[in-house]
């Protein structure tokens, strides 16, 4: 990767110094301790099925329908979903997950016969993905790390995870996989920030999502469907 | 549009506020209802106060080590691909982001919610170099359209309308023929702006938080509008007030949740992006460029002063819902892009006291906003702080003020004086009082009576009743 520029940045810098009444400092800065932490305190010694019961009374604050199945009937829920919003086109991100959680034969054969057209995700043929996710009626990814308290699905891009499946398309599907649950966003930044303490790269784009697209800007009447999903369904996959 | 707004002297525009009974009603109800989720978000955490405290440690922390963060993030901003450019004043931003926006040959241009570049007034800067630039948060489309009306609420910028007012808006503008139901208006307006997204060339954002360890930029939306800004053109330019950064992705957490409650109410809101440079190499969508502007523009005239504190400000308004001033005269009459408390404080400090001068006496000193701030600013105190510096070191005191401050400093100077003056006032103020009210008072009271009553002086003194009291011969 290139490295990109920096434009003016001593005297800005200097400047700022002066204001606070010493020498500039590049280096030397660590971060106190904070005196109050109150964030871990939230849902703290909940079981995985204490968050889950959380998440969903949080989900029917957020516009959002919770569906719970187990691996072995997760197709069939999602094909039950997807019809419910009135079928395709479908598309999903290409991540290894949709294999190894049974979903192959639903995309590949069942719903290719019933004329519901799917597009995985597929960086070689680049904007074309864009074209498809503009016209797609429902967007299907995975939820990498799951927010209980919020009702929060976090997305990790990669060139196969791309960004617009989950914004472009009518409506969201984002299946939950039991083992991805946190109590809240602090445990989904520590994981991140020590990804980077380690001095591993992050996604380009996190995504945390938290029921579909709304807006309150017309005399503060919630509208939900606004530039992103109109809908949202989250699937619970409880074994695994 | 530049951080002031609107026409004509704090009077005048506090006048058609008043009498705006329309938009009265809109803040009211606003304000009722943002307050109460705020009060219900905060009360199901339990313990607020601590979260309070943290974020007010993290801020703190963050301002007295600014220098050090900026660089931080700007090296890491640069290892990703990404271009830093550090604005001193609003006019090197705009033309730095003229310059990339001319060289990528931009015709179109879309843009997410972003108090900043209405502050350094980029628009017409981008217009004038040729491109259309088109505002996609949905309150401030509706301004756009409509002329560009100003905004009035730093969170929702069109609250001072109605929908019927929105409605003929769209109609005249952008050929509407339905209803004035929110959910048709929001949804032809998802259609005009879905064209727009996947036609423009460059998206411009703000940001909510920088993060200093990995480079990053912090999107806080609803509706979604900043993810397909910064999705789908190929050039992607942020800018952000130098302030608003943390060190890490734990503070930035803590923020976040911090804003979403005091804006709103929400847990978090439907969506926190977080951005690093730009698209990964394979990755399809995503911009190609990214350019982080981080500006000045008399922020760091602030540091240093008994005013510092104000840049702990995470803009969530939470003061602004509160305020009993901003209720009853509405945004526009702060003439500044930032109104209530915070504007009332910010305001002066970035605009200067020769615009902005009546602002901090716009003020009950209630304290309601002190104590809504999420990050513990002392707002009332930063306004009073205000009205010392104008008094004392600018000798800019409202004429009504300095004249009653004379009198006074002279009848109290000499307790003679005060005495007399004590004795006279019943009798003096007797011709303007009925019931022991006075409704038409004379010289400085003039203003307050012209709108309510102001209660006569007592019949008895507070001297003589107190000494009366202490030979214990007062029964009440």
Known sequence: MTTGTIHHRDKFLQTIAKKLGRNQRTTGVTRPHWKHQPQWSVFKGFSQDDLIEAFKSQCSRIHTDVVETTADQLAAALKQVVAGYGGGPVVTWDDPRFVEYGLSPLLQEEWPSEKIDVHVWNAAIGQKNIEFAEKANVGITFSDITLAESGTVVLFSSSGKGRTVSFLPQTYVA???KSTFVPRMTQAAVFIHERIEKGEPIPSCINFITGPSNSADIEMNLV????????????IVKDR | MPMKIGTGEFKERVDKGIHNSFMRGAVAGAQERLRTRRLEAAEELGNWEEWRALGEEIRKHTLENLDYYLWQLSENVAKRGGHVFFAQTAEEAN????????????????KSKSMVTEEINLNPVLEAAGCEVIETDLGEYILQIDDHDPPSHIVAPALHKNKEQIRDVFKAKLNYKKTENPEELALHARHTLRQAYLTADVGI?????????????T???????????TALPKTQITVMGMERIVPTFEEMEVLVSLLTRSAVGQKLTSYITVLTGPRDQGDVDGPEEFHLVIVDNGRSNILGTEFQSVLQCIRC???VNVCPVYRHIGG???????????GAVLSPLLGGYDDYKELPYASTLCAACTEACPVKIPLHELLHKHRQVIVEREGKAPISEKLAMKAFGLGAASSALYKL?????PSAMNPFTVNNRISNGPGPLKAWTEIREFPAPGKERFRDWFHNRQKGDHQS
């Open chain 2, 205 to 217: 954002t703000g940001c909510n938080f920088a993060i200093a360890e990995s480079g990053s930029i």
């Open chain 2, 317 to 319: 308004a939470a003061c």
């Open chain 2, 95 to 110: 033309e730095y982001i003229r310059d990339v926006v001319v060289k990528k040959n931009a015709k179109k241009i879309v």
């Open chain 2, 332 to 342: 526009h009459s702060y003439g500044s892009i930032y109104s209530g408390p915070i």
């Open chain 1, 175 to 177: 299946i939950v996989p």
């Open chain 2, 219 to 229: 999107l806080v939306t609803n509706e979604g509008n900043a993810d397909l800004v």
């Open chain 2, 421 to 425: 003056g004590s004795k006279l006032a």
């Open chain 1, 224 to 235: 939900v469907g606004v530039h992103g999903p109109i809908k949202a369904t989250y699937i």
